[in-house]
């Protein structure tokens, strides 16, 4: 610290910090920047640069995800007054509803208190006319400029190392000098190579498409078909670690995600009998689909994600692999804002402070992968299948504590808990113990397991 401040690379009075994109992380970094500069009697101030307008309806003001937010995650928000509002959730959801070939059932949240949200990152897809609601990210944009942040409404250009600073030039504005520049850009290729420019270490996060879209069904049709439930899809399709059908409002998103996921793979995923099966009868999908994308999601971190004056955070750093991304960006933007008030704004203090929050979670994602592996096994054997199933459908019997699997499965469809517990739930004698027991009756006494069955 002492030495940073003989070479000024530390925050002081009078510091300006630019924060480049203003989704989640670029947001809760700015948060708890401005939280813990007061605490620190440190008077800084944050410009949040953001591209997209969250305000508009469709991929212009959309920063394309499930839009799931797990309720470790709001309740920790909550605790750091950070309330969603009642028309930020567009939908609570209770249980999960898992489809596989061998039947359908429904899961009510483990401990029965369990709830996660959903919600729109934009104002909504493509025709929605809702007023009454409010986008995700631009809620968390307005409570920050409540704390004093100033948002500009621009894309980032360009940027220019200088010894006591960086410039950011935008096209309408001029150009602007800032003591630490923080990149929250997401997994934007173009925003990236700015980067590399000002922290030529950095070496971008690798990425595989996924694909999301909406169906407009309408309130009624919502209710009776998916309820309060995010339907979860375990089925034997090439390149699919995961499916997901999920309400919100009037519309259901649909998300896939897995290897370089394209049309091809979409059609053969909304075509499948199961899939089919969740919608009224005769439906035809394409004409109530206003909104479709393939956007791209962190499946490895970034190397040196920082230096000096320097930061990446949230997806342009380390996420959570196929899950909780807006959770891993709350963690890393926390990270580094304590980092930068706390510590310094050199490379060495985000290596030290900073760095480990990072390789937590990469070592969880290690995990997930082997998670997800096993996963994909047990989704390509009918045998397998059979036998989760069946353990499932009998836990629903069971008190909340003792559905082990149904929990395990619940964290890992919507990323509540880290990968590393999930593993050691897993390797529970008891649990593997109920499973191959289940496996094997399911070998033996091939029996139909109907719909939702106790
Ligand atoms: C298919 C899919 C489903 C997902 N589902 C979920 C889910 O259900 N729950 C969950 O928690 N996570 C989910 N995620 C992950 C989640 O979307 C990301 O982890 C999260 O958005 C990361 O937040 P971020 O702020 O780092 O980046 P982003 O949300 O991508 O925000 C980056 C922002 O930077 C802006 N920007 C970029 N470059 C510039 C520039 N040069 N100038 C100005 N602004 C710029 C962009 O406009 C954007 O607003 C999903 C991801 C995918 C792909």
Not at 141 to 152: E, N, S, T, V, W
Not at 220 to 232: A, D, K, L, Q, T
Not at 366 to 383: C, H, N, R
């Amino acid at each position: 610290m002492e030495e940073n401040k003989m070479n000024n690379l530390t925050l002081e009075d009078g510091s300006r910090i630019a924060v480049i994109g203003g989704g989640p992380a670029g947001s809760f970094f700015t948060y708890f920047a401005l939280d813990f500069a007061q605490l620190f009697g440190t008077n800084i101030s944050v410009d949040i640069y953001e591209a997209k307008n969250f305000n508009k309806v469709g991929p212009v003001g959309c920063n394309h995800c499930g839009g799931i937010v797990s309720e470790s995650l709001v309740q920790m928000l909550s605790a750091e007054g950070i309330v969603l509002p009642a028309n930020v959730i567009r939908r609570g959801i209770e249980s999960y509803t898992l489809h596989m070939e061998q039947g359908t059932t429904v899961i009510d949240t483990p401990l029965q208190e369990q709830r996660i949200a959903s919600m729109y990152r934009g104002f909504g897809p493509l025709g929605s006319t809702d007023n009454e609601q409010q986008s995700f990210d631009q809620y968390l944009m307005d409570l920050c400029q409540k704390k004093g942040a100033r948002i500009i409404q621009e894309k980032v250009l360009d940027m220019e190392k200088e010894p006591d600073g960086v410039i950011i030039k935008t096209k309408k504005s001029a150009d602007k000098k800032y003591d630490l520049v923080v990149g929250s850009v997401g997994l934007n290729p173009r925003s990236f190579q700015l980067f590399k420019k000002i922290a030529p270490s950095f070496i971008p996060p690798k990425t595989t498409k996924t694909y999301i879209c909406e169906f407009h069904l309408g309130n009624e049709v919502i209710n009776e078909y998916f309820g309060n439930s995010m339907h979860v899809f375990l089925l034997n399709l090439n390149n699919i670690k995961f499916g997901a059908l999920i309400p919100k409002g009037e519309y259901v998103t649909l998300v896939l995600l897995g290897a370089e996921i394209n049309k091809q793979i979409v059609d053969s995923f909304v075509n499948s009998k199961v899939v089919r099966a969740c919608f009224p009868p005769g439906i035809e999908l394409k004409s109530i689909n206003p909104c479709q994308c393939f956007p791209s999601i962190n499946i490895k971190a970034a190397t040196s994600a920082y230096s000096d004056r320097v930061v990446l955070i949230g997806d342009s750093s380390s996420s959570k692999l196929y899950k909780n991304g807006i959770g891993a960006a709350h963690i890393t933007a926390k990270a580094a804002a304590r980092t930068a008030i706390f510590e310094g704004i050199s490379e060495s203090d985000f290596r030290k402070t900073y760095q480990p929050e990072c390789t937590a979670l990469n070592r969880d994602n290690a995990i997930g992968k082997m998670i997800f592996l096993v996963t994909t096994i047990i989704q390509k054997s009918s045998i397998l299948k059979t036998g989760l199933f069946r353990m499932i459908v009998k836990e629903q019997h069971k008190t909340g504590d003792k559905r082990r699997m149904s929990s395990v499965l619940w964290d890992t469809f919507t990323g509540s808990a880290p990968y590393t517990g999930i593993l050691k739930r897993v390797v529970n004698p008891l649990v593997l113990a109920a499973l191959i027991w289940n496996i094997i009756v399911g070998i033996f006494n091939p029996i139909t397991i109907n719909k939702n069955e106790k």
